[in-house]
């Protein structure tokens, strides 16, 4: 079992995963999103950020990186396979609270962090021709090299740890946009229906 990099407590449900194929940065962003929300809250921005409906605000690494309107403005971007691998460790964390005897409906996620463990340097297969040079040989070195990085998520109570659960501004700004969205929808399909039944109305006195 690998080590985690703090010390989890008694009150603590602690779930990581390692040898994970994906962007340590990107995990990072991730795991800053959520950090100190209820894991409602967490695992419904994860679901949102997979199927590409709300980006994530990337502090750093944001090179190049265009800004986003439903952040107002802040860089950010959809981390789709980032998520994914948050969202395992995450589900992973909230089982073994249960094994625990904490109450999961009144978690927070108290810790999350990612780290870049090691590096692997992938070699051309058997008879492909090495990076520009007409022979056999290893692949160039900045073209294939495989990072690995490690997720650690700890849940706890709030009052385990002193602390209450938060909803970034980016999801609270989220949420009322679906809510003034949900609110003009329903608005126009209730327009829509009175139409219809006033143009109904209309016919069947026509009939008569």
Known sequence: MHKYTFKPNENMAVAQAYDVN??????CAVCDAIRYT???DALRLLDDIIAKKMPIPFRKFNKHMGARHELH??????PVGAAKEVKKVVINAIANAEQKGLDTSNVMIAYATANKTHIERRYPSKGSLSWGRGMYGFAARVHSDIEYAKIEIALAEP???????VKPRFMRAYAAKETKLSDTKQKK??????????????AKQAKT
């Open 159 to 165: 009052e385990a740890i002193g602390k209450k659960p």
């Open 38 to 40: 209820t894991t409602d």
């Open 22 to 27: 994906a962007s340590y940065k990107d995990l």
């Open 73 to 78: 403005g802040r860089k950010g971007a959809f």
């Open 189 to 202: 399909k209730t327009a829509q229906q009175q139409q219809q039944a006033a143009q109904t109305q209309t």
